[in-house]
């Protein structure tokens, strides 16, 4: 079974931190996500991976960068916290290369961050 | 503007009963759509899909239905049962957007014993 793990279930921090959320899979998965759910709006893409090193941006990127320097891990960071990014978080990844993939994503169980 | 809508944000259904979400989309460059289940505290989890080429597929109670020229999808779930109760994502992509898998925002479906 895939395994996506996300390394915080529950999070709060003040406005003007630097927030990191850690995510990792252990099927060797080339495409890595994040999303953002809010009550709604449903789950909407912040950026993606599909290879190490590799991003790009998805439908909300602004406020947030990532990082991949490993396949199995994927890292949104949160450069300067503000409250409009309480949200829950999402990781996913699938697999198959070059993002061209109809595998349906495998997701995390979220991370509930909350700004204050 | 969202791409993929879904209208009715919660549905509650008798145990037993047929339960039909339903999501419509505006892109037409859509090919490829998918249900996702989601519980409270859990990550969604992938239910069925179906490429634009069929109007239909089916796994077990569930079944999903498209109509291309209405640009609508559906789902059916029959026998409901309680297990079922759950926040379902409708989804959808193109061949060409590098696996950017774009959302509805969810209904809630609840089924009453």
């Known amino acids: 079974d895939v395994k996506v793990t996300q390394s915080s279930r529950y999070l709060v921090k003040r406005t003007g931190e630097k927030v990191f959320l850690e995510c990792v899979q252990d099927?060797?998965?080339?495409?890595m996500f994040w999303y953002r759910q809010d009550p709604g709006l449903g789950l909407r893409l912040i950026y993606f991976?599909?290879?190490?090193?590799?991003?790009e941006k998805g439908d909300i990127p602004e406020g947030y960068s990532v990082s991949r320097e490993k396949k199995e891990r994927f890292s949104l960071i949160l450069e300067s916290a503000s409250t409009n990014q309480t949200s829950m978080y999402l990781c996913?990844?699938?697999?198959?290369?070059?993002?061209?993939?109809?595998?349906?994503?495998?997701f995390g169980d979220g991370t509930r961050l909350s700004i204050l | 503007d969202q791409q993929v809508k879904q209208n009715s944000p919660s549905l509650s259904v008798q145990e037993g009963r047929i339960s039909i979400l339903n999501c419509d989309y505006t892109?037409?460059?859509?090919?490829?759509f998918l249900w996702y289940k989601k519980y409270p505290a859990e990550g969604p989890t992938f239910l069925i899909s179906i490429s634009s080429i069929k109007d239909k597929n089916e796994d077990g109670r569930f079944t999903v239905f498209l109509n291309k020229s209405a640009k609508h999808l559906s789902l059916h779930i029959v026998p409901s049962q309680p297990g079922d109760s759950a926040v379902y994502f409708c989804?959808?992509?193109?061949?060409?957007?590098?696996?950017?898998?774009?959302f509805g925002s969810g209904t809630r479906l609840s089924i009453r014993p």
């Open positions: 991976s599909y290879d190490v090193k590799m991003k």
């Open positions: 099927m060797d998965h080339e495409n």
């Open positions: 989804a959808a992509k193109g061949w060409s957007s590098a696996s950017k898998i774009i």
């Open positions: 892109n037409s460059m859509f090919d490829y």
């Open positions: 996913a990844s699938s697999p198959e290369p070059g993002g061209y993939s109809n595998q349906p994503q495998h």
